[in-house]
């Protein structure tokens, strides 16, 4: 049985499926992985392409891809390619992906001015000359040469002539057991270097290795040492700052509260002395918004004097000021009091 191919029809039924454009130069992406196809081929009117998947097929050969300029991302792992090839026409190319493919040597990509990410782990690299081409590859930022047959130490002397090497993955390589204090030597050698394997390389660990590599072991520790005090001093300072925010805060609040209480004292005492409705309408609105409820009967109860008769409860609602002075004096004063008289 023979393998599928890429065909026209395949394309616009391909594109019908996924929602994308009819018209082949609209896509920016295609999606051609896990399809069994063996051959790159039929792209020839797809050429807006930025991102091409084409992992977990069968392809044995990088071609076809000449009407690509545009691609920025392509991704091929999982096949059975055995050589870097024909990627002259990328000229745009940033991400390639090659991992787990028969891959023994890195070349041919230095034409790729703009490639930032190259992932080829899992391959069959073995000897420096392998990776020699790297030097040429100014532009590189993020290599995987994890899980390759790399057995020389002197392949630091390689990465450090790419001067923007930030992320690198060197893992299960025979040389990170030939390198004494691996982690230690690799931060060294790679002065761009921010992220090894699978942890970050923080500015402590850097400040860490470059004392141990003048003093040695004591003064590695005297530095980790300065570096957790100054940590601490950090930690101190934000929960400090923390605690004054809380603190002012808190002074605000209870000056809201005590702004409140005055004000609530005040009509307590103006309705004490008998204060006519009309007016302690006028002195609360002063006081609170136009659309503030209030209820006296909530305040806190007065004392009788001695010409008081009856308890009187004061029940005040009120509007806003537009909507009180639309109604007449009669109905706003209806409105916005009720006395109620309960004989003893």
């Known amino acids: 049985m023979s393998a599928p191919r890429i065909t026209a029809e395949f394309l616009r039924q391909h594109c019908r499926d996924h929602g994308l454009y009819q018209s082949p130069a609209l896509n920016d992406t295609l999606y051609l992985h896990y399809k069994g196809f063996s ?11 930025r991102s091409l998947w084409f992992q977990c097929n069968g392809i044995q050969k990088i071609q076809n891809l000449d009407k690509q300029k545009e691609l920025r991302c392509l991704f091929l792992q999982q096949n059975l390619i055995q050589e870097l090839e024909n990627l002259e026409p ?10 787990n493919n028969y891959i023994r040597e890195i070349k041919n990509i230095s034409c790729l001015r703009e490639l930032s990410t190259l992932v080829i782990s899992h391959n069959k690299l073995q000897d420096l000359s392998d990776v020699e081409h790297l030097t040429r590859c100014s532009s590189l930022c993020v290599l995987d040469l994890s899980h390759n047959l790399l057995h020389d130490p002197n392949i630091l002397n390689i990465l450090e002539q790419v001067p923007d090497l930030r992320v690198l993955y060197l893992m299960g390589n025979e040389v990170v057991r030939k390198i004494p204090n691996y982690r230690r030597t690799v931060i060294l050698h790679l002065k761009q270097l921010t992220y090894l394997d699978e942890q970050p390389v923080f500015p402590k660990e850097r400040a860490c290795a470059e004392a141990w590599q003048v003093g040695g072991v004591e003064a590695e520790r005297k530095v980790r040492e300065l570096w957790q005090t100054q940590d601490q001093r950090k930690i101190q300072e934000s929960l ?28 307590v005492l103006m309705a004490s002395q008998g204060v006519m409705v009309t007016e302690l309408n006028e002195e609360i609105e002063s006081i609170l918004p136009s659309t503030h409820t209030l209820r006296i009967h909530d305040l806190p109860d007065l004392e009788e004097t001695p010409n008081e008769q009856a308890t009187s409860y004061f029940v005040t609602d009120w509007t806003s000021q537009p909507a009180r002075e639309s109604k007449g004096a009669e109905d706003s004063k209806k409105s916005s009091c009720r006395l109620i008289e309960e004989l003893d």
């Open 90 to 99: 990328l000229s745009h190319l940033k991400q390639l992906n090659v991992g």
């Open 240 to 267: 400090d700052a923390v605690v004054s925010i809380r603190d002012e805060q808190r002074r605000a609040r209870e000056q809201e509260e005590e702004e409140h209480c005055k004000n609530k004292e005040a009509l």
């Open 39 to 49: 051959v790159i081929e039929g792209l020839q009117e797809y050429t807006g392409l």
